[in-house]
């Protein structure tokens, strides 16, 4: 079975510009995650998806972030007036939240490199 | 708040030697804990998981961790490092206050040198 994907693998822009990055959750996952993977700060936390419930937004780090989250399955992530801050691995994840626990493996797709000039 | 903190962000050790990466965690509650490995330009990959029961966890590629309560730690160990086990590695907790989103570690960037 095929494993999270996400495009693009690559992005690169010119500061002040939208982009979107797209995540494809394995078939089936109910939850969805979106992680930042940047230099000097790790790999931090954005936002959660999980079935039709509102998402959890609080890591996402100003207004200029958001994502949706399609038909429960295929989401994206949208940064709208790219800063230089910016700049980092996206990834995202998904998994299956077991009998409401915190033991869910999570599956990361290999991530979009942002590049923001 | 629960955080994770993993002591040495770079470790060497030469081919045939113990792994020993560490991991150390703050948790009110059981936590439940996950090591990753991230090869360049990939994704993160389960290495292995400590959720409940045996506190002795085996994963792939030979490696394990022992939770220690009294210790707060889940240490990943390796007793012979092979060449290929050279990448990143990630500790981390799920955030039990309901979304289950990951609180990692800075990473531990592993060299094995022949």
């Known amino acids: 079975g095929a494993g999270v994907s996400q495009s693009p693998s690559n992005k690169v822009t010119e500061k002040g510009k939208d982009v979107e990055l797209r995540c494809d959750p394995i078939s089936g996952h109910t939850a969805l995650y979106w992680y930042r993977q940047s230099l000097g700060q790790g790999l931090e936390f954005l936002i959660y998806f999980q079935g039709n419930s509102a998402p959890d937004k609080s890591g996402l780090p100003s207004d200029r972030f958001s994502a949706e989250r399609t038909g429960g399955s295929v989401s994206t992530l949208t940064i709208q007036r790219t800063q230089q801050e910016d700049s980092a691995v996206y990834l995202c994840?998904?998994?299956?939240?077991?009998?409401?626990?915190?033991?869910?493996?999570?599956?990361f797709g290999p991530g979009t490199r942002l590049t923001v000039l | 708040a629960q955080s994770v903190t993993q002591l040495g962000s770079h470790v060497s050790v030469s081919e045939g030697a113990l792994v020993l990466l560490r991991c150390n965690y703050s948790s009110s509650v059981p936590p439940y804990l996950f090591w990753y490995v991230q090869y360049p330009n990939q994704g993160l990959q389960l290495l292995l998981k400590?959720?409940?029961?045996?506190?002795l966890v085996k994963g792939i590629n030979g490696f394990e961790a022992e939770f220690k309560k009294s210790e707060t730690s889940f240490h990943l160990t390796k007793p012979s490092a092979h060449m290929s086990d050279a990448a990143e590695y990630f500790c981390a907790v799920s955030d039990l206050s309901g979304t289950y989103k990951y609180i990692f570690g800075t990473g531990t960037r592993l060299k094995v040198l022949a």
């Open positions: 400590y959720t409940t029961g045996a506190t």
């Open positions: 994840a998904s998994g299956n939240p077991t009998g409401g626990t915190g033991t869910d493996t999570q599956y």
